[in-house]
């Protein structure tokens, strides 16, 4: 470990920080409508295969990557191996600005939300109007950039005050209240009138909704909802000491994670089947479609407020965790103070999200035959995150494996069939699937 470098305060404290940069807006927004789009069940279950079998891994692999090297993203892989490997790294901090630069502009639709449950939003969405006030709403540019420009407000300043002193501490409150937030809207949901068509829905597999396209989602899915190839777990594992269990680490994050995606589905699957919506909505599923079915719910507007505080907590700890990345390599690698990196850099994220904030205005023109936002959503989910995916499993499976398998059995061993499974997924399975989805995307 790099002398003088910041560390976790407790494990329970890395827990719910490498939790929350895992549980985001993939969880609560992108994971609910690609399951409504993929047909339910059969995709609930081959997101928990492959979160088994390939994102547990890799993950896995980034924090023995980031606590081996005890630097950022680049500084880690310069100094255990060198070559072209840090150039992996330096994906995972141009895809983590990236992101975070698009992921700003729907995290303040979020914020924004929040305040619309209470005004006219409701009384719109139960007229039918509900896709027409989002619509207006992505019009209004000096709305959707003021509260793009608070969310990366609140997110420069968490990261602002430190490991310790932000990160840590802000997770230790966001992520606890987001579970009780969603217990209270779950209990609500499955206790309308025909819930259970929606749950049948979410919980039955059918088969003849297997297809290539389904599972090159689900394994999507899987990756992006983990936040991995992104350089989050490894700067993370960078501040984690080497009395921490790397694989029990893993395990919790996982569950808690993926725990949040099926909690989920089962505040929105029952709602919109009781209200008669349709699930296979796709991305306004949460923007257009829920706010319909809140406003037909007594106490709507409180409802509607809980669901996108929800959405709130799990977005900001998760753009901390990509702001983080950034502001690590900056101080390791140019020696800059957190306060300048956190500063210039998320001020550089925010007015790199300004076009995609505009995009989805009628004039904004088009990149690639895809608005701005969605363009940049390309790139980062679709090209950086798999290449970094595909090049984390091959370096800690091949190339620095038996460091890798030291970092793994420090603080407490996998067992031996399970350490087994973890060096065929990093050598073979991973790349494989991940450069799969990769060229799979591109046809």
């Not at 549980?23 to 409504?36: A, D, E, K, S």
């Not at 680049?74 to 901090?93: D, N, Q």
């Not at 350089?231 to 269990?245: A, K, P, V």
Request: contains cysteine; aromatic residues 14%; hydrophobic residues 55%.
């Amino acid at each position: 470990m790099s002398r003088g470098r910041e560390q976790w305060g407790s494990k329970f404290g890395f827990i719910m920080a490498a939790a929350g940069s895992a549980v985001g807006l993939g969880n609560i927004w992108r994971f609910p409508y690609l399951t409504g789009v993929s047909g339910g069940g059969i995709f609930v279950v081959l997101y928990l295969i492959l979160v088994a079998a390939i994102g547990m891994p890799i993950m896995l692999a980034e924090m023995a990557i980031g606590r081996g090297g005890g630097l950022n993203a680049v500084g880690s892989f310069r100094k255990l191996k060198g070559g072209l490997w840090p150039m992996v790294g330096w994906a995972g901090v141009v895809a983590g600005f990236v992101i975070l630069s698009f992921y700003g502009v729907v995290a303040g639709w979020t914020v924004a939300y929040m305040f619309k449950s209470f005004g006219p939003l409701m009384s719109m969405a139960a007229a039918g109007g509900a896709a027409e006030a989002f619509q207006t709403f992505t019009n209004d540019y000096v709305q959707v950039i003021a509260y793009q420009g608070a969310f990366m407000l609140a997110t420069i300043w968490i990261v602002y005050n430190g490991v310790g002193g932000g990160i840590e501490r802000y997770c230790k409150v966001m992520m606890p209240s987001l579970y009780i937030i969603l217990a209270i809207l779950m209990v609500r949901s499955l206790t309308l009138e025909g819930a259970m068509k929606g749950v049948e829905f979410y919980l039955k597999p059918d088969i003849s909704k297997l297809t290539a396209r389904t599972v090159m989602g689900a394994l999507g899915q899987a990756f992006f909802s983990l936040s991995i190839g992104m350089g989050c777990m490894i700067t993370y594992g960078s501040y984690l000491s080497d009395r921490e269990s790397l694989p029990s680490s893993v395990f919790i994050v996982t569950v808690m994670n993926v725990a949040v995606a099926i909690l989920v589905g089962f505040v929105i699957f029952p709602a919109v089947f009781a209200f008669n919506m349709e699930p296979s909505s796709g991305p306004g599923l949460i923007f257009v479609t829920l706010p319909a079915v809140f406003a037909r719910m007594p106490m709507g507007s409180l409802f509607s407020f809980l669901f996108f505080t929800l959405l709130f907590f799990a977005a900001v700890t998760s753009s901390v965790s990509l702001l983080e990345v950034c502001v690590a390599y900056m101080k390791d690698e140019f020696r800059w103070d957190r306060g300048r990196a956190a500063w210039i850099i998320g001020l550089a994220c925010f007015l790199l999200g300004i076009p995609s904030a505009l995009s989805l205005g009628d004039h904004f023109p088009r990149v690639f035959g895809m608005d701005f936002l969605g363009a940049m959503d390309f790139l980062s989910s679709n090209v950086l995150l798999p290449l970094g995916g595909i090049f984390i499993s091959v370096f800690a499976g091949w190339s620095w494996f038996e460091g890798a398998r030291q970092e793994v059995r420090r603080g407490g061993a996998l067992p031996k069939p399970l350490e087994t499974f973890w060096v065929l997924a990093c050598r073979i399975l991973a790349p494989i699937a991940v450069a799969w989805v990769f060229v799979g995307n591109f046809r």
